[in-house]
Every structure is written in C-alpha cells, then in structure tokens.
C-alpha cells in the first residue's frame, strides 16, 4: 500500500481546473477571452491570479480597474481561504472546469448588499497574505505545541514556509512543516487539533473550538467525535439518508479516520485541518 | 530492534510478559502453578515455583536445540575373519570415545531429562574430514592411536568408524522442571538470577545462573549452553556469610546481599572462570539500615534498603566491580532489577507497581526519573470470575507463609496504621501484643465480609522475609533454622518443633496462635481445594508468619475489590528486554508527560486496530486518486498557475582542495535547484573558494552526481561528492561541515536534490544493485537496462547510487525483491521494503517500514612486548621497535585511553579486553610470540621468540534506522537468495545461511510476500562452512573454513535441503573464502585475492572439472542471473589516486564465452560489498554482426583482460 508521505503529495499537489470569465458588466475595448488555469488547492487565490489579472487587463481601460475579485454564482470568495476550501464549500459536484467570474469594480450591487465582505476581499498585497498565512501557522502552534515549536524556529524557517507555498515547493516547504507535525511520543498527538469546520446554510463564517486528539480515557479521537461535539447535525441519524457530506481536500473520509492522522496529512499549509460540510447533492 | 519481553510476576504468582511493542500484559497461560521469582535472559526465562523447584522456559526459536552424541566403532584386522570386533586385550573398547578411554556402547546413552527426545536412530557418518568415505564409513590407521586416514592401506591394522544420533530439546515455550540434584541440595531455593552472556563469545545460549538456597547458600548452575540449556549441575559456592539474594548482570559482575545486610562482590569472574574466585564485602549503603536487594547490569549496581530507598553506586566497571560510592536516589522501591543495557525496572514499594527508569544511557547510567508502566493486562477484562478462582489457588499454593502472612498484615494495620509498604513487619518477639489483636480480628473477618479473605498472597515473600527478620540474632536464627522446615514437604522435625501432619510446617510452642486454628480451617475448608492448603492453614503460626511475613498488602484491608483497581506487582526481571534509550515505548499511555519533543511524525501510537486503520485510509488514498483523475487528468493542458523558479540553499563548509599540498580550506557551498523546461527538476552545485587571493568557483550538475557518500571520522564531519569523471579521477569532491547535524541537512537535502533530476522516488525497484562500503553505509542503485547490453554498456561510472538508512556488513537480494543483510555483529536483517532512514527525515524517507537498528563490533588495539635476559618481557622496546601500544601494523600508537570509537555514532559499550579469538592462536593470557616484529606470530613460546603481543578488544555500539528488521536469533555470516524469478509472490524462495558457528541453514517459507521467512532447517555438515551461494537449477555451492568448495548435491523445489555435498578441491595451494553462482557461472575468490571460474559446469555435471584464473586482486564477488559478473577490486588506478575496494563490472560475457573479457571500473574505493543478483532485466538485443570480431570494446577506462586489475 502507499506511504502515507504520498497523502501529504496528493494534497499539496491537488489542483483545480478553473476557467476564468469577465463579468459581463465590466468596460472592454474588445471581447476578453476566457483564461484556463489550474489552481493549487492549498494555495491563496491573489497568490495564484497574477496571470488572470494581466490577461484582462490587456482588454481593459486603465480608469475603468479598481481592484480585481472573484465571484462564483453570485458568492464573492474570499481571499484568506485556501482555494480548495472555496471550491469545496461552493462549487464541489458541479462541471468542471470551475467556472469563476473575474470583477475589476466594486460597484455591483450583490457587493453592496454585503459590505462586510469588502475588507474580506480587499488584499492589497501579497504580503497580507503572508501575514495572514503565518498568523495562521502561530495560531495552530499555539493549539498543537502551545507555540513552542514556531517561538523555537528562526526568522528563516518562517520565511521558507512561506517561500514554499508562494513558489509551490513542496520539499522546501515540508523541510519545515515537518517539525509543525512532530509530537512527544508518549502524548499520542498534539494538544489539541487546529480545525475549521465551514458550512455553506449558515453565516457564521465557521465553527473553531479546543479538542482534543484523545480522550482523557485515552481513546482515539476520530472525525466523527469531532463533528458529534461541534455540529452533530453534519452526522447521518440511523436509517436516514445522508444530508450532509463532510468534505476535506476534495475526498470524504470515513467517520472513523483518527484525528490526529488527519491532522498531520490533511491539514492546509497553513496547519489548519479545514472540514466543509454541505448538503448531499439531490439528484 | 526486534520485539523483546519483560518479565513479571504478580502478586499472586501469575507470571506475565509485556512486549516491547505491545500494550498490554500478557500473562503465561502455560504457567501450571504460580511463581516466586523470575529471571530472564533473551533466549529463556527461569522462575521458582511455589513448590520450590525451579523452572526454565525456553522460547522457542528457528533453530532447534539439537545434540549431537556420537560414539565410535573400533575393529582389528586379523588374518582370519580380516576387520572384526576382535581386538587385543590392549585395545580400546569395542565402542568408546574419540580418545577410546571411555567405554561407550550405544545403549549407554540416556536423555538427559524428560524434556528432550531422540530426533531418530543411531547411524554410520558416512563422511570423513569433509570428505565421502568409500563406504561404512571407516577410516583406517595403523594402530590404536594414530592418524586415520579415509583410505585402507597395505598396512592398516585398525579402522574406526563414528556413529551419530541427534537429541532434541522439546521443552520449547513450556515451563519445564529442571531435575533436582537428589544428593547435594538440602533446602529449597529462594531466589535465582541469570546473567553472564557477555562474559565471552560462546553463542548465544551460555549462561551464569546463581541461585540462593533458604539456608543463605550459593549455588552455581555448570554448563548452561545452547546445545544444554538446561544445565548439567549445581556447584556451591562458598561464602562468607549468609546470602538472601544475587543478582547477576550479563557481564562480569556478581552482587549479593547478606543476611547482615552488607553486600558481596564476586570477583575474578572471567572468560574461563565464570564462576569467579572469591568474593569482596561492600557495606551497606547506609549505615543503620542494612540493604536488602541489589541488581546489577554491566556496568551499574542498585540496591535498596530496608527503608525502601534507592541507590546507585558510582563507578562500577569489570576492573573495579566494587564501585566507590553510594548516591541515593529518589523512589522508594521493594524491588529493583537491571535489564539489558543498563536499563532499571523496579517495583514501587507503595503502588506495587513496575516502574521503568527513564533516560538511562551509556553516558548517564543513573538515568532520570521513574515512570510508572501502566498498561492493561490481558485478565483485566475477565477478572471477576476467573482471577478470584486463581487467587484462591494461590493462596493454597503459597501454603503456610500465605496465611499467615495475611494475618500479620492484617493485625499490622490495626496496630500501626498507616505503615503499608513492605518493608515495615512484624518480628514476633517484639510485638506479642499484635497477637492477641490478631485473633478477634481475624475471627470477625472472614464471616463479615467473606471477600476480605483475598489472600494478601505474595510472591516474593522471601524479599519481605529478610526484611522481617533483621532484628536481634536470636529471632533471625531461629526464623532460619525453622525457614526449610516451613517450605520443605517433607520435613525433618526441628528442634523440638511440633511436626504437622501433611505438609510438616512446624509450629513453636511458645507461640500462642492456638484458638485461631479453627477459624482458619473453616474457612478454608470452605473454599480450599486441596489437602494442602487445609493442613496449611491449621499450623499457621506466628513463628512463620514473622519468618516469612513481609508485604503488608492494603488492598485487602482497605477495598477488598482493589485487586482490579491496578496489578500489584511481585518481581519483575528485564534480562531479556531489549530496551534502550532510543527505543520508543507504548508502555506509558496513561501518563502525560511535556518534557520532551520526540521527532516522531511517525508515531500513531493509536490504539486503533490494524482492520479499522486499513478501512480508512484505504478510502482516502482511493478518494485522493479518484480526486486526481475527477480534477486533473482532463485537464493537464491547462497552464500551472504558479511559474517554478530557482531556489538557493546556501552555506559554509571546508573543502579538500584539488591542488597541492592538499588540505581542507573554507568554501562557501551553495545548491541551486530550479525545474527543467519538462517540468523536471534539477540543480547545480556550487563551491566558491579564494585561490591566491582570487575568488573562483567550482562547480558539478546535479544531475552528474553519482553518488554522495558520508566519510565520518572522528576529527571532520565530511562527505564526498562523485560525478562519472570524478570516479575515474578517484578523486571525488570533498567537503566537510562544521556539525554532524549540518552534514546531515546537507546530505538529506542533496539526495533529494539527486534523485528528484533523475526522477527517482521511493523505495529500491527489485532489479536494484545493492552494495556497502567499509563504513557499514547501505547504497542502492538502479540497473538502466543496457547495463549488461552488448556490447556497448552503461559505463559502471555513470551508475547512480543512493543511499539507504541501516548499518550492514553482508548484503544479498533477488530479482523478486527479497533482501537480506547481516551486521557487524553477524545480526540478520530482512528488507521491508521501505527507504530512507538514518538521517534521512521527512519525506526522503518512508515511514511505515523503518526501524530502529543496533550494530555492534570490535575496536582492536595490540598490546607489544620484548623480551630481554633480565626481566624476561616487559614494555620496554628497542629504540627501533613499534609502539607498545599500537594498531594492527604497528605504525600509529593507539593505548586504551586514546583510541576512540570509529566515528560519534559509535559508543564504547564494553571496556577493553584481552581477545583470544585471533588467528594463529594464543596462551593463557591472550599472548602470541614471533621472533622479531613484524613476523608471523603463533600461539606459544618457543626458544626463538623475542617479541610478543596480545590484541585488545573493546565494543563499539551504533544506534541506527532502516528499512530492516530483525530476524532472530541464529547470528549469520552469509547468507544467499536463489536469483531468478519466482512464478508468484507465494512461491518459496530457496534462501540458504551459513551461521556465526559455520552450520549450513536453509530458511523455509520465504516468499515476496513474507521475505523474511518462518524457520532454519539444519542441514548436516562436518565441518564449519563460510561463504554459500545458490545459483539458478537450485545448485548450490559453499566454501568450507578450511578453503575447500562443496557442491551439494539433489536441490530442488520437493528437496530443498538437498541430501549430500560433494567435495571440490580448492585450485592449488589456495584457500577459498567466497563463492558466488549465477545461472550457469560459478565465481569464487580466494584467500590471495585471485577470482576463479569454474570450467565444465554442466547441467549432467554441475560439479564442473577444473578452476580457471581470471583476474587478482579481488576481494569479492557477484555472478547475478544474467551471468553478469561484478566483483570488488583492490589497487585500482586512477588518474589522480589509487583506491582500494572498487566496484567493477565483467564486460564482454556472452553465452558462449562466459567468462567476460575485461573489467569496467565504477564507484570506490572503501567499497565492501556488492550484489547483483538481482538485476534479472535481459538487456535490449542489438544485432551488429561486424562488431563482434572487434576488440577490443570501444568502452572507456577499461583494460583487456583477466590481470587487468592489477597495477
């Protein structure tokens, strides 16, 4: 069987076929082209949209671009999501490629109905980004080591994670990352796992609390304890039909999956363990 | 590391064993009856029996305990009846012994015991010195004693022959009585420890066993071997005082404890003397508070006192066994053993639980801190119903010592509450009062509160005993004199002591316990189930209770159900526990402890079962490829949204500079790696360097590199670097770190770098050549087809090599994939198909299939000396001798204080000395004398040696990981794997050993699904063996250690032992020590270095006809599948350097002319080893009818024929 180096591959190596359109309302001097590309999933969307950015604004008046976002049927995406949790949450069972429209205004009135996505989707650089990436890493540290290990590493270290995920280098940033995913033997994981749970019906943006990989008994947390204490509704009820799919990276593991192994193999770059939970589809 | 027990007992005489890999306690169900102590050393564990016999269980292995009697036959020739029976009244017996002293008919030999069986009938040996006899099996001499030779000649007068019969050890993983010696043994045994396998070579199986009889005796077990596990008798030991426990450690050293409370130290134990000579007295640790255990390992001593504190003592080693100190430490302990590698497990004098010393490593012997072992037992679950019925049992086992003890316990917590641990007891005469208590006591609870009567039973009450029974002399006298009569069943009555009627326990007049009696025996009447237990319990007096009193328990007093609380625990022995600081436990999963980051991504210590684990991440790896295919593969036309670019690792380091006068220079090194305009990554290095001033720069392709080999000595942490034209050079790129750690990162980083440009990932492919270098270090390569394509091959410099994690000295594979290595310490290891390892972290190594590895071998330095007419040998040397101290040639000087282990991953593990084992022979005292240095030196004195010398050995111990796994426990020294391709992956591969001891072994059930096999098969030889080799068609060829070849013959798949060896004379005047067979060839190389073909092989007669030169200087050799032909060379030349211990290939062998025509030259020097079998792959054809007249071969650093190697 495989390794299971070869999940932490997969998943850094995932990719999602995206085709990107001009929204119909933007000023062209002449018809713009859709753009093919292919998305790392565990990646940023203004760290992987250079190319789709030039490519418009080749058809595009100066005066007529304030600041490019996104949007997929009608949900602007925000920036500060990995791409795959995105596509996940909204647009997974759909055709492919992932169809998004590309915006250069702020004038539309979908956006003006929910101002409070502008600061999500306003990214002025890439090193907001950053920001916002390592704060993420801290914030997991905190949770699975109580910082010790990120406090421990050297500016450098920092830098390289980043570097790796920026250029998509996955041994460069992995010769980091792995010492994020160590833990004392005897303890059977981390303190608590870094998880988000996101969930399309609801406005919350998601659920985030402290659990544990194991039980004070010493059992193994599994993924179905987790969402049984944080959002029981996500589980199947005994003979009922499966209403909701409990989607990680694009795949659905079983309930029993450990925790913790999902934690060091499926978690996004950013160390957190990003859960989608949508509806089953209905046909 | 292979899985290894540790061995307890509980409170109730259940013997368990926790694995070194698992989580819980399994208990020994074969155990009939329950136990006091055990003992365990790796191959066996020993343990008294509440009936006081003692017990040895030997784990069942691969090779059977086998024994060979012979006898022989002796006939005279008369001119009448010719060869008869009838010999002259001079003569030997008709049967006797090999010296025909001893009269030994065949009906005299009787097994040894009931444990062992006769595998079959006597029968003739057919074979003679290695050879086949002409027939019967007789070998003819002149006269009773002469030479014998295998042919009748004109005047032979008398002939021998041997008669053989095997018996076998059937005893395996049962507790087997050990026979008691009726004559000499007067009391029972109370305590036993085994130890001493380290004391000298002998295979594993010798062992030390002490043992401490009920009146302070010491007895020695004599001949504990691997062919006699058992032993044959029990020697006394004199004393000089009375002993209540020994502890022997698997080294030199011998501690025990007085009554008195001093210790004793045996000394003079020795290689030929491992019993010692005399012993030395240690006082106790502290002053008023005598000690009442000690245990001891190779080079540490703990005890305990009758406090229940805990010591260590300071600088213990086999040249001063006394040690100097005490330090005490924190715990406080009823118990404490010493397991392998200093390792300490003790039992909490409070908790009754075992505690594991955490952090003990060579350099801190002392360790950290105690931590608790807590892990289920496998009972635990059923123990309601079924544990209370063993509990009972116990209880009528433990006979007279139990209940009474339960009593004195009980009283005791009335009396002085509080006072728990074992060591506070109750000495009769000082405490009458707690004897009147104790009837009313007594008399309530069993009708209370029926379940209170779980019997506080332990079996280590002889611990207790001792503790009890420090007091005024008379009471430890007294306790002493009845102690044998208590336990004995049938007892001699002592000093006026009432005799009871059964099982003789006395009872003292003067106590007063009488009114109790009936109480006692109605409850036991109750529940007892047997007569024993009855009359037990009738005589219990206070007299015995104080004798063996002891181990107040609280569980009964406090909670009558506390037993499932958590196991109390009586003894534990760690003999054959292999456990060391790097081994990773899951015997702590209840304990949390912070302290310490273990870089473990690996560790899913989850105790998930393995059906669950396959479930789900099956699914994921099947849902990731599904997600693959649903999200990619339509859609690989599609640009990637993140360009690649080029990124730099830089650094400092010291480099060996090309130009004259070499030496290491600061550089600064950096590693560009960028991806190919494919999307393939690949890299350059760089070594910017100042030449005059000048800044320059040297720089190498990655994808060039060949390989990165590490080159760690004890001053620099460096590694070369080799491209095709640097191998040809022998001048590689050297570069040195400034820490092992940053070598490591450099090495780890540039591997990856390596195979990432030439697309190779993962573990080694079937087909992958094997091969290790002087150091132990493990290369793989990967065969491009037209390696062995005619007639223009892969140059053997282009190779690249990777390496692999583990530390080897043999290595052999086959074209299915099975790999098999052996250690320095002649270990065999199995393949599991993993890569990576040592210091290979993260993602260049796999996870699921490494594991530690341990290796260890000798450092050996010479010890020099001159005699002259005065003073006879001393160290003074002429002004123009060699050091007195010094290496094998005597050019650099190397005493016992300055030599260092061969790099920082070595540690010493043993101190040095005097090794006995080297060629040529010596004296006593390891002394080998020569007429002058540097001479050939031989094992006694004679008038004309001047000089001798003696060599010094020291252990060296290396802590690695690997893709391998051990296969226990038979030490190997070669091992062979038939080549060619099995039919399915649960075909049986013939794999054939030869052991550490030179026996021929053939392993069954080995299949590419279980590589590692089930079990040896002994096939019979008469002489030791050393190199072994099976080629396709099943022929197997080997290399006796006396240099001559044997061809066995009848291998196939129905027979795969074969049936008989047919003798091969070696070439003249040469000792072989290797062979190697391929599909037709076969190789081998002798003592000198020459490499032989063998000519004539047929498929009607493999034997083949005569041995053919074909090259010298070789060290080794590989015939593969194909035929290829790879071996490797000494002295080869290259255009800047020479280098020993290089890979070569054979170029130009064809069917029709096997034997090649010259050598290709590849990667060395300092290579040790090489494989090719299992490089099946048959190259591409290519048809140029007008090439093949043309030599010679249009190849490259290659010279024509057979001497080619030489220089």
Redesign the interface.
């Known amino acids: 069987m495989a390794d299971d180096k070869d999940v932490l591959r997969d998943v850094w190596f995932g990719r999602i076929p995206t085709c990107f359109t001009l929204n119909q309302d933007e000023v062209t001097e002449r018809e713009a082209e859709p753009y093919y590309l292919l998305l790392p999933r565990v990646s940023y969307l203004p760290l992987v949209t250079d190319k789709v950015k030039k490519h418009f604004l080749k058809v595009m008046k100066a005066e007529d671009v304030e600041e490019m976002w996104l949007e997929y049927e009608g949900t602007p995406l925000k920036w500060h999501y990995p791409i795959g949790v995105l596509f996940d949450l909204h647009a997974s069972n759909t055709v492919l490629p992932w169809s998004i429209t590309v915006h250069f205004k702020f004038f539309c009135p979908l956006v003006a109905k929910k101002l409070q996505y502008r600061d999500l989707l306003h990214c002025t650089s890439n090193s907001v980004i950053e920001a916002h990436f390592m704060s993420s890493i801290k914030e997991a540290d905190a949770l699975k080591h109580k910082s010790q290990v990120v406090n421990d590493m050297q500016k450098k270290d920092h830098k390289q994670l980043w570097m790796g995920l920026q250029n998509d280098k996955f041994d460069q940033f992995w010769a980091i990352n792995r010492k994020l995913m160590e833990y004392p033997t005897e303890e059977g994981g981390f303190r608590y796992i870094p998880f988000r749970i996101y969930q399309t019906m609801s406005d919350r943006p998601f659920i985030q609390k402290l659990f544990r990989p194991v039980s004070p008994e010493g059992n193994v947390h599994t993924l179905g304890d987790l969402l049984k204490e944080m959002y029981p509704a996500a589980l199947p009820n005994d003979g009922e039909q499966k209403r909701y799919q409990v989607v990680i990276h694009g795949i659905e593991p079983l309930l029993e999956t450990p925790l913790q192994w999902l934690s060091e193999h499926l978690s996004h770059p950013d160390n957190f363990l990003h859960i989608c939970v949508i509806p089953t589809p209905t046909d | 590391m292979p899985v290894s027990l540790l061995w307890a007992v509980d409170v109730y005489g259940r013997v368990y064993s926790l694995s070194t890999a698992g989580q819980q306690w399994e208990q020994c169900r074969d155990a009939q009856m329950e136990f006091k102590r055990v003992t365990a050393a790796q191959q066996c564990c020993w343990g008294i029996a509440c009936d006081n016999n003692i017990y040895l269980n030997v784990h069942a292995s691969d090779l059977p305990v086998r024994y060979q009697e012979e006898t022989y036959e002796n006939q005279r020739w008369n001119p009448v009846d010719g060869f008869s029976d009838r010999l002259l009244p001079s003569d030997r017996w008709q049967l006797s012994d090999v010296t025909g002293l001893q009269h030994q008919p065949l009906d005299n030999f009787r097994l040894p015991s009931s444990s062992w069986e006769w595998e079959g009938d006597w029968y003739v040996d057919e074979n003679f010195e290695g050879e086949p006899t002409e027939k019967e099996g007789w070998s003819y001499a002149i006269d009773f004693p002469a030479t014998y030779t295998k042919d009748k000649k004109w005047n032979s007068c008398v002939r021998r022959r041997r008669w053989l019969r095997y018996r076998r050890y059937k005893a395996m993983d049962t507790w087997a009585k050990i026979p008691s010696q009726q004559t000499t043994l007067p009391d029972p045994f109370s305590d036993i420890s085994c130890g001493g396998w380290e004391i000298n070579e002998e295979p594993r199986g010798r062992l030390s066993l002490w043992a401490v009889s009920l009146q302070g005796k010491v007895w020695f077990r004599e001949g504990i071997y691997h062919h006699n596990p058992e032993g044959s008798l029990w020697e006394e030991v004199p004393l000089p005082g009375e002993v209540v426990q020994i502890s022997c450690g698997p080294g030199d050293l011998v501690w025990a404890v007085l009554w008195e409370g001093q210790l004793i130290v045996r000394e003079g134990i020795g290689r030929d003397c491992p019993k010692g000579t005399s012993w030395a007295m240690v006082d106790s640790p502290s002053p008023d508070v005598g000690a009442t255990h000690v245990a001891v390992g190779v080079n540490v001593v703990w005890a305990l006192t009758k406090d229940n504190k805990v010591w260590f003592r300071r600088g213990v080693n086999s040249h001063n066994p006394c040690g100097s100190g005490w330090i005490s430490m924190v715990g406080e302990m009823i118990m404490i053993n010493v397991g392998l590698n200093d390792q300490v497990l003790a039992i909490g004098s409070e908790d009754r639980a075992v505690y594991f010393r955490q952090g003990v490593t060579s350099s801190e012997l002392s360790g950290k801190t105690w931590k608790v072992i807590s892990v289920p037992r496998d009972g635990d679950r059923s123990h309601s119903s079924a544990s209370a019925h063993s509990l009972q049992s116990a209880g009528c086992y433990f006979c007279g010592e139990v209940r009474a003890q339960s009593l004195v316990s009980d009283v005791e917590s009335d009396t002085e509450k509080g006072s728990t641990d074992g060591a506070s007891c109750i000495i009769t005469s000082s405490s009458p009062e707690s004897f009147v208590d104790a009837p009313t006591e007594h008399s309530d609870q069993p009708i209370e509160t029926p379940k209170s009567r779980i019997p506080k039973v332990t079996s280590d009450s002889f611990i207790s005993e001792l503790v009890s029974d420090r007091g005024p002399g008379k009471t430890s006298r007294e306790v002493r004199s009845a102690g044998p009569a208590v336990l004995e069943e049938e007892t001699i009555p002592l000093e006026g002591e009432v005799k009871a009627p059964d099982v003789g326990v006395s009872l003292s007049p003067s106590q007063s316990v009488g009114p109790l009696d009936p109480q006692w025996s109605n409850v036991d009447l109750e529940e007892a189930q047997g007569q024993q237990a009855q009359t037990g319990a009738v005589v219990d007096t206070a007299d015995t209770s104080s004798l063996s009193s002891v181990a107040t328990f609280t569980l009964a007093m406090e909670d009558p159900y506390g037993v499932d609380e958590h196991p109390m625990w009586a003894w534990v022995s760690g003999g054959g526990c292999s456990v060391d600081s790097h081994t ?1 436990l899951n015997w ?21 079962t393995p059906a ?1 684990t396959a ?7 099947e ?6 295919k ?3 593969d ?2 690989r036309h ?5 360009e ?2 080029v ?1 730099v690792k830089k650094g400092t380091m010291q480099w060996w500079r090309d130009w004259k006068p070499h030496k290491w220079i600061d550089v600064h090194f950096a590693l560009e790696q960028f991806s190919g305009p494919e999307g393939n990554k690949d890299g350059i290095l760089f070594i910017y360097y100042n030449f005059y001033e000048e800044k320059k720069y040297l720089h190498a392709f990655v994808n060039e590199v060949t390989i990165l080999v590490p080159v760690l000595n004890d001053s620099k942490h460096s590694f070369a670097i080799y491209t095709p034209e640097r191998t040809k050079q022998r001048w590689p790129i050297r570069l040195s770190a400034a820490t092992e750690l940053e070598m490591h990162d450099w090495l780890a ?1 540039l591997s ?1 770098s390596c195979c ?1 440009s030439r697309g190779i990932q ?1 573990p080694p492919s079937k087909q992958a050549i094997w091969s290790i270098t002087c150091k132990g270090d493990i290369f793989v390569s990967e065969p491009s087809l037209s390696l062995e394509a005619m007639p223009y091959p892969t140059p053997c410099d282009q190779m690249f090599w990777r390496q692999v994690g583990g530390h080897l000295r043999v290595v052999e594979c086959n074209s299915i994939g099975i790999v098999w290595g052996i250690g320095y310490d002649h270990t065999a290891w199995v393949y599991t198909g993993g890569y990576g390892g040592g210091f290979f ?3 260049a190594s ?3 299939n490494i594991y530690t590895q341990v290796d260890v071998k000798n450092v050996y330095i010479y010890e020099n000396q001159r005699w002259n007419p005065v003073t006879g040998y001393t160290n003074r040397g002429l002004p123009t001798d060699r050091y007195m101290w010094s290496d094998a040639s005597g050019l650099h000087e190397c005493t016992k204080t300055n030599m260092k282990p061969p790099s920082p991953h070595w540690t010493w593990v043993s101190d040095w000395t005097i090794d006995y084992s080297v060629s040529g022979g010596t004296d006593k005292e390891g002394w080998q004398y020569a007429a002058d240095f540097p001479a050939s030196y031989h094992g006694h004195k004679t008038m004309k040696d001047f000089v001798r010398r003696r060599r010094w050995a020291r252990k060296c111990k290396l802590t690695t990981t690997g893709p391998w796994q051990e296969v226990p426990p038979i030490p190997l020294s070669d091992v062979t794997i038939l080549p060619c391709a099995a039919q399915s992956s649960v075909d049986v591969v013939p794999l054939w050993a030869i052991s550490n001891k030179g026996d021929v072994l053939c392993r069954l059930g080995v299949t590419a699904l279980t590589p590692a096999g089930s079990s040896w098969l002994h096939v019979g030889t008469d002489q030791p063996f050393k190199s072994i080799s099976i080629g396709a068609a099943s022929q197997v060829w080997a290399i006796a250690r006396d240099g001559s070849a044997f061809y066995r013959g009848s291998v196939s798949s129905q027979s795969p032992a074969g049936d008989c060896w047919y003798h091969i004379p070696s070439p003249s005047k040469q000792k072989l020590k290797q062979v190697s067979v391929g599909r037709t060839s076969v190789y081998t190389v002798d003592e000198n270095g020459n490499l032989w073909y063998r000519q004539g092989v047929t498929p009607s007669y493999p034997q083949g006809s005569s041995w053919e030169h074909i090259s010298n200087n070789v060290r080794k050799v590989s015939a593969g599948p194909l035929d290829q032909v790879w071996i490797i060379a000494d002295k080869v030349q290259g255009s800047h350097s020479l280098s020993c211990g290089t890979v070569c290939h054979r170029l130009g062998v064809q069917p029709l002319e096997p034997k090649g025509q010259s050598w290709d030259y590849g990667i060395g020097g300092g290579w040790d080893h090489i494989t090719v079998r299992g490089n099946s792959m048959e190259p591409p054809r290519v048809h140029l009818p007008s090439l093949t007249e043309r030599t010679p071969l249009p190849v490259r650093n290659t010279e024509i024929n057979s001497s080619a190697v030489g220089c």
């Open positions: 990773q702590f999963n209840c304990s949390m402890n912070t302290s310490s980051m273990v870089q473990s991504v690996q560790s899913m210590s989850l105790s998930v669950q479930a789900w991440r099956k699914q994921i790896f849902q990731l490829s599904e997600r693959t649903r999200e990619m339509n859609f599609y640009e990637q949204a993140i690649q670019s990124w980083l990856v990432d993962g972290q993260g993602l796999s996870t699921d």
